[in-house]
């Protein structure tokens, strides 16, 4: 069935529809799940999406919806897809035409038919149960920052971040090792860049850290990542940045909650955690802003605060449909949450 899927498009998904009527395969969420699942092994876009196309055609007349298994594989299609310089990998420009759904339209569905209070399920009344709803939801969001980041689109990102506390979901330790595990990759790189070919210096290093000597960072990879992770966290936490960025956080010169340190957030290499106290959010907004603005200043686009800003903007318009009331674990359900695994932990 999965090979025999035509090329076109809509007749993969006609095709897909005829195939499950003609041998009797239940209309059921799960089947679907795993039918993207082999898709993603295989790193093929078109036919897991293909599969998601037949599923948002049923939901129109069946009580068949994508849930956040759904939206993990496929964000996780589009995240992991990437080389490994950090850079954006063409590959994808070989996908047939219109076979690829745009990641921020993909992330407006995610909030349309599962995060809407409308479709998402409600919060179990069993404490057990009720962790782990919450902690699928994080997981899912985590998920879809991570795979913006892969994509370089920096500005949905930010849209994720923000997202995630209006979701009444908790900016982690793990979001921070998340994005300065991957910053100070595409840092080392570009600075190994510069020293090899002694004519370009890592603008996009600087930026994001502020002014050093490329000597200064270790030539051992887990030194070096460290010591760039450390900078990252230091440049980030220190300067105050108001408004401009269009994310809807407010910053100011103190962080309004506690920022882990390096040593904090390596622990979660390896073996991430998953009930903490939220972190602050503004050193990640810091560095995302950075980084969106110096890809601006390599185009002839205008830029500044009032740029970053619009673009954003245009991100969260595109990515948060208007309308639509979300889900949100309220403070209440959180503080039960906590309360449950503190229990557990004694």
Do not use: C
């Not at 699942?37 to 948002?56: C, E």
């Not at 939901?59 to 490994?84: D, E």
């Not at 995630?164 to 990759?185: D, K, P, Q, S, W």
Request: glycine residues 4%; without cysteine; aromatic residues 10%.
């Amino acid at each position: 069935m999965i090979h025999a899927t035509p090329a076109s498009d809509q007749a993969a998904v006609d095709w897909i529809m005829g195939v499950m009527r003609e041998k009797d395969v239940p209309v059921h969420i799960m089947v679907f799940n795993s039918l993207i699942a082999q898709q993603k092994n295989r790193k093929d876009f078109r036919k897991a999406l293909a599969y998601y196309n037949v599923i948002i055609r049923l939901a129109t007349t069946t009580p068949l919806k994508p849930n956040a298994v759904t939206y993990k594989l496929l964000f996780r299609l589009y995240g992991y897809h990437y080389k490994n310089n950090h850079k954006p990998n063409a590959s994808r420009n070989d996908q047939p035409t219109g076979s690829l759904i745009p990641p921020r339209q993909l992330f407006a569905d995610m909030m349309s038919l599962w995060f809407s209070a409308r479709f998402h399920p409600p919060a179990s009344s069993v404490p057990a149960a009720r962790s782990d709803q919450s902690e699928a939801d994080q997981s899912l969001v985590d998920i879809t920052f991570r795979s913006f980041l892969y994509l370089d689109d920096y500005a949905a990102a930010i849209v994720v971040l923000r997202t995630t506390v209006e979701l009444g979901l908790r900016i982690t330790v793990r979001t921070y090792f998340t994005l300065l595990r991957y910053m100070a990759r595409k840092v080392y790189y570009e600075v190994h860049v510069a020293r090899v070919k002694q004519t370009v210096q890592p603008v996009f290093a600087f930026e994001l850290m502020g002014p050093f000597e490329p000597r200064e960072i270790a030539d051992d990879d887990n030194a070096a990542y460290e010591w760039i992770m450390e900078r990252l966290l230091e440049h980030n936490s220190r300067e105050a940045v108001r408004g401009g960025d269009g994310s809807g956080v407010r910053v100011s010169t103190e962080p309004r909650r506690r920022v882990p340190s390096v040593a904090e957030i390596l622990e979660q290499d390896g073996n991430p955690t998953k009930m903490r106290d939220p972190v602050d959010v503004f050193p990640l907004i810091s560095i995302l802003r950075r980084a969106l603005q110096i890809r601006a200043s390599s185009t002839e686009v205008p830029w500044g605060d009032a740029w970053r800003k619009q673009t954003v903007t245009k991100a969260r318009y595109q990515m948060v449909p208007k309308g639509i009331p979300l889900w949100s674990w309220s403070p209440a359900e959180k503080e039960k949450m906590k309360q449950y695994k503190r229990n557990e932990v004694q």
